[in-house]
């Protein structure tokens, strides 16, 4: 495990330096002693550039996720190789690249569960996939198929947004008995998206996103739940509602997906609302940067030193630097905010915004496993005399999502080609203080 950056803290975990006085940290077992798992739709992104117009023509909706079926998606790929629109492939879906991201970040196991192909062949989808994930993330737990994994078509109009059509190939047919309990029991975090529900009737894979969840709940593993977009939440926010108070610990979201959930458009007021279903809630809003709020215990509360932010909730940064707990390990919880503008003010050009949401909530992961891999080997130390989930307080996590973000939104790829540079390893001294 690489520790999110080295820090000046006295509460910091020493990596290089070894102190006699703990207990020595033993040499990594091959699959590690912390990890997160996490569902996906196994999805490759075919990033094309196309205008308004054909959007319309293919029934697609400007910004949607939507799914096609399978002689839609055919004539719409002939048209994309026809005129030669196809700019770049890559492996995607949104756990898939988190979960890329969390291994590239924290050097450190992830494990994915959907499906593969049973047989590959060199240059195929299923072959990109693999080739483009992170030899950190474990895959051996995969469901073979007799089929395509999923396509999903990246539609960038003339205006720089993206339009997905998912073609979803053999994606959903993740069954309940595939979901190992042992890798949920010994996770850090299980790891869904709302797009696991949108399946055709009989598909198996909203079964075995539930029993992943029965499983979590049994084990006391926090449930993460990235939003998708807007629409889909749209679509029935009563039962995510719901579904978020009865199943999730933290949930990512942007903007727009909070506003579809709570029906709020102040970023920070909707990140308050949701407090009411879940423990943690990270929410990127684009150019505004990004917004934290979760809960700590009231008598461990700790003030912040940087300037008191004005919202709809006066002052909401005062105790940002609390690391964030569960309300249910808290005996007087206290809630907890923080915000971030984008990272050096964001890129000077934008490569691409896919991915840059996924990147956030990868750090924020890697925060939180970091956290358990210290508590395990160091049992005794005073950062767990209380049950907390993240290992640094909820402005440090902020810094770093938001460069992941960062680092995301200068390059074309939703995922990491490599971890942080070292040299600033330390975000205080290499860019925040200058
Ligand atoms: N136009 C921008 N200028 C500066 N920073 C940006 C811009 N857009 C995004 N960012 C940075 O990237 C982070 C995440 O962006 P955004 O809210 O667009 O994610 P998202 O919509 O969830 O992305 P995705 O769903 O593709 O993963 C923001 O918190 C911010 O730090
Ligand atoms: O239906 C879906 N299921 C899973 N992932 C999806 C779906 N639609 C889009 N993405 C994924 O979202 C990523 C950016 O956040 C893209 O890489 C795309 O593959």
Not at 22 to 28: G, H, L, N, T
Not at 302 to 312: D, I, S
Request: proline letters at 5%; aromatic letters at 8%; a negative charge.
């Amino acid at each position: 495990m690489k520790f999110p950056g080295k820090r000046k803290s006295k509460h910091y975990f020493p990596v290089n330096a070894r102190d006699p006085l703990i207990q020595p940290v033993q040499p990594e077992a091959e699959t590690g002693a912390s990890w997160v798992v996490g569902i996906d739709q196994t999805l490759v992104d075919i990033e094309a550039k196309v205008d308004d117009e054909f959007i319309t023509r293919y029934g697609l909706s400007r910004g949607h996720s939507l799914v096609i079926e399978d002689d839609v998606a055919e004539a719409l790929y002939a048209e994309l190789m026809r005129d030669n629109l196809i700019t770049h492939q890559f492996a995607g879906g949104t756990i898939g690249n988190t979960l890329h991201n969390y291994s590239s970040l924290a050097d450190d196991r992830s494990v994915l569960l959907g499906t593969m192909c049973n047989n590959i062949q060199i240059g195929g989808y299923a072959y990109r996939y693999l080739c483009n994930t992170s030899s950190r993330t474990d895959l051996n737990y995969l469901q073979g198929v007799d089929g395509a994994i999923g396509r999903c078509f990246t539609l960038i109009g003339d205006s720089g947004e993206r339009t997905f059509a998912i073609s979803p190939g053999m994606m959903n047919q993740l069954r309940p008995e595939n979901i190992p309990e042992a890798v949920i029991e010994g996770a850090s975090a299980l790891v869904l998206t709302s797009y696991l529900v949108r399946c055709k009737p009989g598909e198996p894979m909203p079964a075995a996103t539930m029993q992943a969840i029965e499983y979590a709940h049994r084990h006391h593993v926090p449930v993460v739940l990235t939003l998708g977009t807007k629409y889909v939440i749209a679509d029935n926010p009563g039962f995510w509602r719901d579904f978020l108070r009865d199943h999730v610990a933290i949930v990512a979201m942007n903007e727009e997906e909070a506003e579809a959930l709570t029906g709020i458009s102040d970023p920070l007021q909707a990140c308050d609302k949701v407090l009411e279903w879940v423990d943690l809630v990270l929410c990127t809003a684009g150019p505004s940067g990004l917004f934290m709020a979760s809960y700590t215990e009231e008598s461990a509360k700790r003030k912040t030193n940087h300037p008191l932010l004005p919202g709809v909730i006066a002052e909401f940064n005062q105790y940002e630097f609390s690391r964030a707990q569960r309300r249910q390990d808290c005996q007087q919880p206290l809630r907890i905010y923080s915000h971030i503008a984008p990272y050096m003010g964001g890129p000077e050009k934008i490569m691409n915004t896919n991915g840059a949401g996924d990147g956030a909530l990868a750090a924020l992961l890697h925060d939180i496993t970091a956290n358990d891999y210290h508590r395990l080997n160091v049992p005794n130390s005073i950062k767990h005399a209380r049950r907390y989930l993240t290992y640094s307080s909820l402005a440090q996590v902020c810094k770093y999502a938001n460069r992941v973000s960062y680092q995301v939104l200068n390059q074309h790829s939703p995922r990491l080609t490599r971890g942080l540079p070292e040299r600033e390893d330390s975000l205080e001294e290499a860019y925040w203080e200058r």
